[in-house]
């Protein structure tokens, strides 16, 4: 099946512009390794020329276009963004899978949570209108104090390649439900999709410099942006590596970020539970998307008395996998991302193998597949709390196996990471489920199920895995500034000194 790629440029200032450099980067489809098309690389100039629209964008009508404009204003906007996601849905499923890898039902369902996002900001942004002079109780009835909520300013916001259009837009919609003005920069892995929402944002006439989007390199778009004087915010979800150095440059300015970054997420299995139940979500948490969350829950560790039979169970689950094109009828299964990324989670699980863990199925190439970056799902067993598989996160559908005995022994092996982003937990005993949800440290936890995500609810991680929420109203606050105006109403002096007219 042949797609056609459009040929886009960057957005900037509400219109189409080639980088100044006139720098391109190869769009290579990971099922068949071959160069579909090219996406502009924007560098530190583009990113100048992106800042100043999005001053621009704030400050236009003194302000009234955009950041001081009602809530119900940008509503508008972001619900016809939604009705243009809908209305091309199928194309824009078929460019993200063609894009990183993912299988094309999966692409699809993501289509239908980035118009539910818009959607879900649309009615926060209306109810912020309600909000706004929120009164503060006072001890003293001279003095009345109200809140407000003002948008940020601009922001930076680097997305990654696994949700290409999703994650960008658990960004975007809360920030221009707040008012702020954004450059969008998402990974050069897999950016298709996000200029189609270029597209999508002039076809509403959404105002100009109000959403900027700069595909490109990190150190050439993302680093510059990252550190640019005039952007008063960064949210980046990526790796904990590129995440510490965002946070280094945003520091100089004392910038505020919010990073969303790995993870090594675990799924405890008690010995309650039926097995089949258990296995699929098991896999499901590994397996989904390819293996490449954030918050996959990659490190199993399952009761002892059951161990054996579960396994054996879990592995008939992963052999039923179907690996194949993404865009084949069917599959559940895709390549990873990249060349690089192929070579990276090969090695992770030669390097298991060398250091005694037995790989108890996958780990290799699909034999019906020569092409692409496929690689099959993986379970690993005979584990230390040292090996590398054990401590680092793979991003791949790579699975590592631990037994437990004990309660106490289940959550000193969940919480063994320096990581905390998701933890599931799989049992019948909803008291016990209850406990052990409390004493996992992670930001979110799963009972008897593993990485059901909706924008309603807050998501983001403790540890190396970042801080701050996106998503639900935690996400909106995430791109406001919070205003006390305190106002005097005695009419009484103030009577601290002395008055000049009773001398």
């Known amino acids: 099946m042949a797609v056609q790629i459009p040929s886009r440029q960057l957005l900037i200032d509400g219109e189409w512009r080639e980088p100044l450099l006139k720098k391109r980067v190869p769009v290579i489809n990971p099922a068949t390794e071959q160069i579909i098309g090219d996406i502009p690389?924007?560098?530190?100039e583009d990113v100048d020329l992106a800042v100043a629209a999005a001053r621009r964008a704030l400050s236009r009508n003194k302000g009234k276009d955009w950041a001081l404009a009602s809530g119900a204003v940008r509503a508008k906007y972001l619900r016809a963004i939604a009705a243009k996601i809908t209305e091309r849905k199928s194309e824009l499923a078929t460019l993200e899978a063609i894009d990183c890898g993912k299988p094309l039902d999966e692409a699809a369902w993501d289509m239908d949570d980035v118009a539910g996002c818009f959607e879900y900001y649309a009615d926060l942004a209306?109810?912020?209108?309600?909000?706004?002079?929120?009164?503060?109780?006072?001890?003293?009835?001279?003095?009345?104090s109200y809140v407000l909520k003002e948008p940020i300013g601009v922001v930076g916001l680097i997305t990654p390649w696994n949700y290409p259009l999703l994650m960008a837009v658990w960004k975007v919609a809360p920030a221009l439900a707040a008012g702020c003005a954004a450059i969008l920069k998402p990974s050069e892995l897999a950016s298709l999709t996000c200029l189609?929402?270029?597209e999508i944002c002039r076809d509403v006439g959404l105002p100009p410099g109000v959403l900027n989007i700069l595909t490109g390199l990190g150190p050439e778009a993302g680093a510059p942006l990252a550190s640019h004087p005039n952007v008063d915010k960064i949210a980046f979800t990526g790796s904990t590596a590129t995440g510490s150095k965002v946070m280094a440059a945003a520091a100089q300015m004392v910038k505020p970020v919010s990073l969303e970054l790995g993870g090594k997420s675990p799924i405890v299995v008690f010995e309650d539970v039926d097995l089949d139940k258990a296995a699929e979500w098991t896999a499901f948490g590994c397996f989904w998307t390819n293996g490449q969350i954030c918050s996959a829950t990659s490190r199993l560790i399952v009761h002892e008395s059951i161990a054996k039979e579960f396994l054996d169970r879990l592995v008939k689950w992963t052999e039923k996998i179907k690996i194949s094109d993404p865009l084949e009828e069917g599959c559940r299964l895709g390549p990873v991302v990249s060349g690089g990324q192929y070579e990276k989670v090969l090695n992770f699980i030669?390097?298991?193998?060398?250091?005694?863990?037995t790989i108890l199925c996958g780990g290799v190439r699909p034999e019906h597949l020569k092409k692409g970056f496929f690689v099959e799902p993986t379970i690993i067993t005979d584990v230390t709390?040292?090996?590398?598989?054990?401590?680092?996160?793979?991003?791949?559908?790579?699975?590592?196996v631990k037994t437990f005995g004990t309660e106490e022994e289940a959550l000193d092996l969940a919480n063994d990471t320096h990581y905390g982003l998701g933890a599931a937990v799989i049992s019948n005993d909803l008291e016990r489920c209850d406990r052990v949800s409390k004493a996992l440290q992670a930001g979110i936890v799963w009972i008897n199920c593993s990485q059901p995500c909706f924008c309603q609810a807050p998501w983001g991680g403790n540890k190396r895995s970042g801080f701050g929420r996106e998503l639900g109203e935690w996400g909106l606050e995430n791109y406001m500034s919070v205003k006390q105006v305190t106002q005097y109403v005695s009419d009484e002096s103030w009577g601290w000194y002395r008055s000049p007219s009773k001398l």
């Open 126 to 144: 209306e109810g912020l209108d309600a909000k706004q002079k929120a009164p503060v109780s006072l001890p003293m009835d001279t003095f009345k």
């Open 350 to 357: 030669s390097t298991a193998k060398s250091e005694g863990a």
């Open 196 to 198: 189609e929402l270029a």
């Open 41 to 44: 690389a924007a560098t530190a």
């Open 385 to 400: 709390t040292s090996m590398q598989i054990w401590r680092e996160e793979v991003f791949g559908p790579v699975l590592c």
